[in-house]
């Protein structure tokens, strides 16, 4: 009987991990999740690193979204933002979120996508503006992004 216990919980316990995951993965193409102010993702190892403007970033295996920045913009504006994306494992993807939680996504890469230097112009509305990772597939990633104006979040908490 003791045993039949043992084995039920362990069995609960595995089951409970795989709907987490799950629920990780299913973010990836929920344009309604992404675009909550909440972030919510797993991952085994990640650093991040601010200098001269320049956020740099990496995560490995990766799931679910985190908030990489915010500006708060008092009119509609254009901003021009240059990043490297790389993907070495699963799929990722930058997302700015507009102030009606409009996604619009800024580059989407997977493991077989070139890495590049890119830039990117994106239309800020009035009000906050947010930049998420969004990834799924257990990502393995790495990140450096350059934004004149805003603020960049610390991330991974």
């Known amino acids: 009987m003791k045993k039949i216990f043992v084995i039920t919980v ?3 316990l595995f089951g409970l991990t795989g709907c987490r995951q799950n629920e990780m993965t299913s973010i990836y193409n929920n344009e309604k999740k992404i675009a909550e102010v909440s972030n919510s993702f797993g991952y085994n190892d990640f650093q991040q690193e601010i200098d001269n403007n320049i956020l740099s970033i990496s995560y490995e295996r990766l799931n679910g979204m985190d908030t990489v920045w915010l500006y708060e913009a ?3 504006m254009d901003l021009d933002i240059t990043y490297q994306f790389i993907v070495s494992k699963g799929k990722a993807k930058l997302v700015h979120i507009l102030p009606d939680n409009t996604n619009q996504i800024i580059v989407e890469k997977n493991k077989d996508t070139a890495a590049t230097e890119e830039t990117s112009t994106i239309f800020l509305k009035k009000g906050t503006n947010r930049i998420k990772i969004v ?8 990140m450096e992004i350059s934004i004149p104006a ?8």
Request: hydrophobic share 40%; with cysteine.
């Open 74 to 76: 008092n009119e509609d």
């Open 150 to 157: 805003g603020a960049y979040e610390k991330m991974g908490m």
């Open 10 to 12: 362990i069995c609960l």
């Open 135 to 142: 990834a799924a597939d257990n990502a393995d990633l790495k």
